[in-house]
DNA sequence: TTTAACTGATACTATATTGGTATCAATTAA
DNA sequence: TTAATTGATACCAATATAGTATCAGTTAAA
């Protein structure tokens, strides 16, 4: 058996996955820092792939520290902000159809390709849907409130 | 640097990318036995890989080949019936936003999960993009004589 | 002022996936 | 008979993904 292919293919990886959850957790603890370790305890993540996480997002400015005792982190960016986008961005790279597909060969020759437009087409109808999904309208889902984001009324806001 | 990220998030990986241009060249040559080493040698696709690629769509009906001299394969299905998709499908598994996402810690409490709902209805956009494009659709956007297919009237194809 | 609970930073390991190569047997046209 | 070709499969290398370990520095609190 030639295995070419796996189960599935992933378009979220556990990178996300988890800095999802993670964030939820922050955004319900809103105000208060939680540690790497309530965080990692609560809600099934290895501990250390956690911490890595927690630091890539401090980088990129969703989330604040406080080192020492009693320290650990809390949400800085609005979560109806932080789209799911921006996470698989942060986590996975940007996300791209085929870093190359149809622009050696076949579209060598010409000018304008068709097909390359075709796949970037692909590339924004599944960036614009993550990005309809944000920590905070997950959270809302989560909690069943189902409440409007209190400033916010288009999902596409932005930076 | 900590590199939990790549460059890319890939949708699309070689093999697709490969068994999509040799579909293609599979399609124009329609009717005649084109060899795997002439597959690879024009559209620069390494020659072994290339053949794993051809024995897996050979196995799932997209081609047929004749062994021996001057042998070599050849399309069987129609190229309007071929999607992105399904190779994605045969190459990559099928596409699955996340495997367990929202489905352990946080969902575990509610019966019916908001989250998933969201998910599932991204996985279904992303499959139905991909469902839009055929090889036969790919292959006259390539010849640029964008005329409709034969039997099937697509209706999104017009951009 | 010592200690335990923390983060910051980074090195390390294991496994899976992806991309690619090599080999040998069987088939067939010339 | 031979060269071109597929069928089948084993193998290898590079990269990505997932997870672990360690040590230094900071801080609240005993």
Known sequence: ????????????????????????????????????????????IPYQFLRRLLQEMIRHNLIISKEGAQGGFMIKKDPDEITVTQLIEIFQGKVQ??????????????????????IMRIENVVQNEFEKVTIGKLLRDLEGTHQAAPSISTPESAE
Do not use: P, W
């Open 97 to 118: 159809v085929s870093e190359c597909m149809f622009r050696k060969q076949i579209c060598g020759n010409r000018a304008r390709c068709v097909l390359r437009h075709e």
């Open 1 to 44: 058996m030639v295995s070419i292919k796996q189960l599935t293919m992933k378009v979220l990886t556990k990178n996300t996955d988890y800095a999802v959850r993670a964030l939820l957790a922050l955004a319900k603890a809103k105000g208060s820092y939680l540690s790497a370790k309530a965080i990692a305890t609560e809600h099934d």
